[in-house]
Structures are given as structure tokens and as C-alpha cells.
């Protein structure tokens, strides 16, 4: 019997893999989900005019090993007709904002534009190829990303390009993520080499990693050079179809059931949920970091410390929908810089990316993260978020009318950090769990990459493990 704790898209992937690779028969595999529906933070609301907000996640990169393990899921699914791609060359790809001094800039996307000196940065960029080239190597395990690039490229590039992009991805501040979380390769080339364009250079002459997985979607996605993807009618659509897939293949899922503790003995694990108990062989747990630490902490505070000592940042999530094109430039949207001390993160533009059935705008308006306290004290109520969201967007944007629908969603906790140390912090994690021989398989974005790709193939990588095992 194994049992997968979280209903997220790494639970839900895990229980498809274990029965893709016949771990387990269906019958002895359950699921168990706190909340009323499965998705964890992968949700998306369908109004009624087929307006659509996204509350979390709202696209996926197909490249590489994971973008390309993703979209063989999508195909087994049979969800490929469903589809919405964004190719490279349309606006979204190219257009990529930041907002500095109260004005938007275009961030460099051409190779031309390297050599060309463009706002905010006040050199051409090339120039930040020349000061890696010139700095001295610093040897460390480990820094912070926006030292490591100040240090290698320039403080421009750290303040204007990296740490709007850290808030863009896991809302988090870039002087305290580790540099291994988006740059790790570049860190180990400068450790190597001396230099990041010293250490690329020599790798241009290694073989190439190429990715594992084939899948005639992946090769849609190769030829057709799609930059990201979404789903038509919104990504929920990826857990639901994954849920239905699992109950018809047998598989128990048990919603709203808050698994209470989690107690080993004897190579048996015994789980508390709903007042019932569950005797499995191995538990997957697919819960957050935060939400595993305390149902072992009795029996083992040692991994419940380390799990908790990863940190979480709450996001605020505005969707405003106005009745027309108020926008005046086409882009994926901007990110602001936290030097701005602006309370918002940034500003994604649905509608540009996804044009929605009438000739309508839909925003997406990120706050708080990591500085949330600064900005908005201890909480972030659902009325601030609104009211931030809106002022913010029509001052930046210019926009004179008031929306005419929105969503507000207070997710709470819901992105982890991987600040520096990261690594080490997994280390002992893996360590602990082996040491004590515990039946117990993490997954999920808490550990190894924090997008809906490393979700997918941390439940992938766990499932082969568990194969080997037999
Ligand atoms: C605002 C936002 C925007 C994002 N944008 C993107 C994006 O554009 N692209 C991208 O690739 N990624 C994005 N991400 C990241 C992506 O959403 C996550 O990587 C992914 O959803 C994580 O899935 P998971 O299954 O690991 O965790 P979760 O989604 O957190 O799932 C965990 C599940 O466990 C359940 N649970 C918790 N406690 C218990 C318990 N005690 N018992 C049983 N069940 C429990 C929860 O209810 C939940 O369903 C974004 C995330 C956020 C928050």
C-alpha cells in the first residue's frame, strides 16, 4: 500500500506515474487531499462570458528535460488539442517590461541590443560581459543570486534585470535566494573557469544534455519554437483531467482529508487523516515543506526542523478584467524592481499573451512575497489587495476607467524560498531520511525547483526510485 499526501499536481502526477511504471497496483495506491478539490495552487476561474483568471500559475516553458517531461504528460493525457502556445517573435516573448523611476522599460531581447545602451541600464549590456571577464573569481559554496551577478556583470544587472526577475518567479528577494536556484550552471562555470564567459565558452565544446523525453508535442513545441504554453479554459484544466484519469484507473482520492500525523514503525508508516488511521509500505509526501514539518515532528524533530526551516512567502493575486483594449504597448507585462519600494511585484497582461473572446483587457496583479511585511504589515486583506491593485495599475499604466470584474485570492505561504543554503538543507533532509531508513518520498516544488515542470518531474524521479527499489 502506498499512500500520497496533497492533491497538488505533484500528488497527482505521482499517483500517474506509479501507475504508468506498475509500482503499484491501482487498488493499493489512495490519495489524500485537505482540501474540497484537487489542483493545489494550479487554479482557474471561468466566468460565465469565458473571461478567465488565472489565480495562480498561468504558463509553462516546454524546454528542456522538464518542459519536455510536462508535455509528454499533456499528450498521455490526450489534453495536446488543448494547447494554447505562445510562439517565440510574438509580442509576449519579446516585450518583457520593468518598471524604474516611474517609467516602463523594454528589457533587452535581441542580440542587436546587447551593444546598443538602453534605460535603466547605463551601459550597453556587452559591457557587462567585459566586467566578468575582468572580475577576480570569488570561491564560495554558495551566495546570494544578486551579489553573484553585481560581482560578475554589474550592479545594473543585479538591481534592473535580476531582482524584478526573482520577484517574477518566486517573489522573493534576490539578495537572500541562492545563486544555485536560477544560475547554478553560470556559478559553477565562474568556480571553475574563473569567469561565467570563460567556463561558457569551454562548454560550448561539450556534448550537449538532450532532452529524454520525445513526444510528438514536444516536437510541435521544437518546430514550432513556443516560448510557453497554457490550457484552454485555464491550467486547472491539468489537475482535473489528471484526477479523472486516476479515478478511472482505480485510484482512491480522498478529498477533504487533512492528513493529522504521520508515525513510522517497523517499515510500515501509519497515517492519521479524518480520524481514521492508514498502515502503508511508503508514504509520497506532496505536501509544502511547511506542511509535512509538524505531522513528524514528534517522532522526528530533527527532519521536522530542517523541513520548517525552509521559508514560504505569501502572495497576493489581483485579476482585473477591463471592458475594453486599454492598453497601449503589447508584452507578457512588467516587474518592478524592489528598489522602487512599489507594493506591487508586477503586472502580467492575460489578455496579450491569451487574447479572451471580446475585445476586452485582463490584468494580473502580483503583491507581497517576501516584502509583503514591508508594505502591507502583518496581513494582506483581500480589500488592501483590491484597492492596491487597482490604483497602482491605472496610475502606471494610464489607464482612466475602472475595471468591470476582478478576483482577489490571499494565497497564503504559497511559494518557498530557496535562500542561500538551500542545498545543504536538502542534503541533510536526504541524509536524515536515509539514515533512518524512512519509507518516505518528497515531492513536490518545496525541494528541487519551485515552477509546475519541477513539480511534475520531482513526482517522476521518485516513482523511477521507488521502481528500482522494487
Ligand atoms: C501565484 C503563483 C503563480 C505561479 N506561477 C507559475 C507559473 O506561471 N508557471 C509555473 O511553472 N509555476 C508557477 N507557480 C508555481 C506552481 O504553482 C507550483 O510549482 C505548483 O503548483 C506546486 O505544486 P505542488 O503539488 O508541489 O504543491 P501545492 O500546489 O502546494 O499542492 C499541495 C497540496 O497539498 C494539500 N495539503 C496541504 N496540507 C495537507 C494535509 N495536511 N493533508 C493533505 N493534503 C494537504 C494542499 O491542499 C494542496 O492541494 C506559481 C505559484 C503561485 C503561488
Not at 513556443?226 to 479554459?233: M, P
Not at 482535473?240 to 479515478?247: A, P
Not at 487574447?355 to 508594505?375: A, I, S, W, Y
Not at 541533510?428 to 509546475?452: R, W
Request: charged share 20%.
Amino acid at each position: 500500500m502506498v499512500t500520497i499526501l496533497g492533491g497538488g499536481i505533484s500528488g497527482l502526477a505521482a499517483a500517474h506515474y506509479m501507475l504508468k511504471f506498475k509500482i503499484q497496483p491501482s487498488g493499493v495506491i489512495s490519495l489524500i487531499e485537505a482540501a474540497p478539490e484537487v489542483g493545489g495552487w494550479i487554479k482557474s476561474t471561468l466566468r460565465p462570458d469565458s473571461t478567465l483568471f488565472e489565480h495562480g500559475p498561468r504558463t509553462i516553458r516546454p524546454k528542456g528535460n522538464q518542459g519536455a517531461n510536462t508535455l509528454a504528460l499533456i499528450e498521455e493525457l490526450e489534453l495536446s488539442s488543448k494547447v494554447k502556445p505562445i510562439r517565440s517573435g510574438h509580442p509576449a516573448t519579446r516585450n518583457r517590461l520593468v518598471y524604474v523611476d516611474k517609467q516602463l522599460y523594454k528589457l533587452p531581447s535581441s542580440l542587436s541590443s546587447v551593444f546598443l545602451k538602453s534605460k535603466p541600464f547605463s551601459k550597453p549590456l556587452v559591457f557587462a560581459a567585459i566586467t566578468d571577464l575582468m572580475s577576480p573569481r570569488k570561491s564560495c559554496k554558495d551566495e546570494p543570486i544578486y551579489d553573484f551577478v553585481a560581482r560578475r556583470f554589474g550592479k545594473d544587472i543585479a538591481e534592473y534585470a535580476i531582482s524584478p526577475l526573482i520577484c517574477g518567479i518566486c517573489a522573493g528577494d534576490a539578495k537572500e535566494v541562492s545563486v544555485k536556484f536560477l544560475m547554478r550552471s553560470l556559478f559553477e562555470a565562474e568556480q571553475r573557469h574563473g569567469s561565467v564567459i570563460k567556463g561558457l565558452i569551454s562548454s560550448i565544446f561539450k556534448e550537449k544534455e538532450k532532452p529524454n523525453f520525445h513526444s510528438a508535442l514536444v516536437s510541435k513545441a521544437a518546430d514550432e519554437k513556443w516560448n510557453v504554453w497554457s490550457l484552454e479554459g485555464g491550467l486547472q484544466l491539468l489537475p482535473k483531467t489528471l484526477e479523472n484519469s486516476l479515478r478511472n484507473k482505480g485510484i482512491s482520492i480522498n478529498l477533504s482529508s487533512p492528513c493529522q500525523s504521520i508515525s513510522f514503525a517497523h517499515n510500515k508508516v501509519i497515517i492519521k487523516a479524518n480520524q481514521s488511521e492508514i498502515v502503508s509500505n511508503h508514504v509520497i509526501s506532496a505536501l509544502p515543506a511547511w506542511k509535512l514539518a509538524p505531522l513528524v515532528s514528534s517522532q522526528h524533530p530533527e527532519l521536522s526542523h530542517n523541513l520548517s526551516s525552509i521559508p514560504f512567502v505569501t502572495v497576493g493575486v489581483v485579476n482585473l478584467k477591463f471592458p475594453k483594449n486599454v492598453l497601449n504597448e503589447s508584452a507578457f507585462g512588467f516587474l518592478v524592481p524592489p528598489s522602487q519600494k512599489l507594493p506591487i511585484l508586477g503586472i502580467v497582461y492575460d489578455s496579450c499573451c491569451f487574447p479572451q473572446n471580446e475585445d476586452c483587457t485582463v490584468l494580473t496583479v502580483m503583491m507581497g512575497g517576501r516584502f509583503l511585511k514591508e508594505h502591507f504589515g502583518k496581513v494582506l486583506h483581500p480589500e488592501v489587495a483590491v484597492q492596491t491593485a487597482i490604483k497602482h495599475t491605472k496610475e502606471i499604466l494610464g489607464i482612466t476607467q475602472e475595471p468591470c470584474d476582478y478576483n482577489v485570492s490571499i494565497l497564503e505561504n504559497c511559494i518557498p524560498q530557496y535562500i542561500v543554503g538551500h542545498d545543504e538543507r536538502m542534503d541533510n533532509i536526504y541524509k536524515y531520511i536515509q539514515k533512518h531508513k524512512l519509507p518516505l518520498s518528497l515531492v513536490g516544488a518545496s525541494y528541487e525547483g519551485v515552477g509546475v515542470n519541477d513539480a511534475i518531474m520531482s513526482s517522476l524521479r521518485a516513482a523511477l526510485r521507488l521502481k528500482k527499489l522494487g
